[in-house]
């Protein structure tokens, strides 16, 4: 089996779904001696003006203020130091391959929600990162 050095978990900063990912990378940090980073994506919220006021911009600011809370307390509760804590904007899939890359990952741990039907054919961020990165990626069924 390969070893892995540079581990990347997709978190969703929420505690239900976040336990089977973050079991799975604490084994492999273990069993490898790997660090391990965390990333979350505020996905952009599309700017919607009534009377002239847009409110997308202040909705997705308190939405990053209140991320950038949440992966504290996260990071502080299962010891990942500030600096491998990453919360930034934009499409899920998109942040989590690009930090993937920057942190030259060879593992990114991700959930997948197993949807079927119409949200298939929408595709799914566990999908898409499966699809699109340039290491091995671990789905993580999550229970609804």
């Known amino acids: 089996m390969k070893g892995y050095k540079n581990i990347l978990v997709a978190v969703e900063l929420n505690s239900k779904t ?3 990912p973050l079991k ?3 084994f492999f940090a273990k069993e490898f001696g790997a660090d391990v980073v965390l990333v979350h994506a505020v996905e952009h919220i599309g700017s ?3 009377y002239g006021i847009g409110v997308g911009f202040e909705i997705e600011e308190i939405l990053i203020e209140n991320s950038n809370k949440e992966m ?3 990071g502080e ?3 990942i130091p500030e600096d491998k804590r990453i919360v930034k904007t934009g499409p899920a899939k998109f942040v989590i391959l690009e930090e ?3 942190i030259n990952a060879d593992l990114i741990i991700v959930g997948s929600h197993g949807r079927h039907g119409i949200r298939v054919i929408l ?3 566990a999908n898409a990162v499966l699809h699109g990165a340039k290491c091995d990626v671990l789905a993580v069924r999550l229970k609804e």
Do not use: M, Q, R
Request: proline fraction near 0%; glycine fraction near 14%; charge should be negative.
């Open 72 to 74: 504290k307390k996260l």
């Open 18 to 20: 976040d336990a089977e």
């Open 123 to 125: 595709g799914s961020t």
């Open 100 to 102: 993937a890359d920057k």
């Open 77 to 79: 509760t299962i010891g």
């Open 48 to 50: 919607y003006g009534a």
């Open 24 to 26: 799975h990378a604490e």
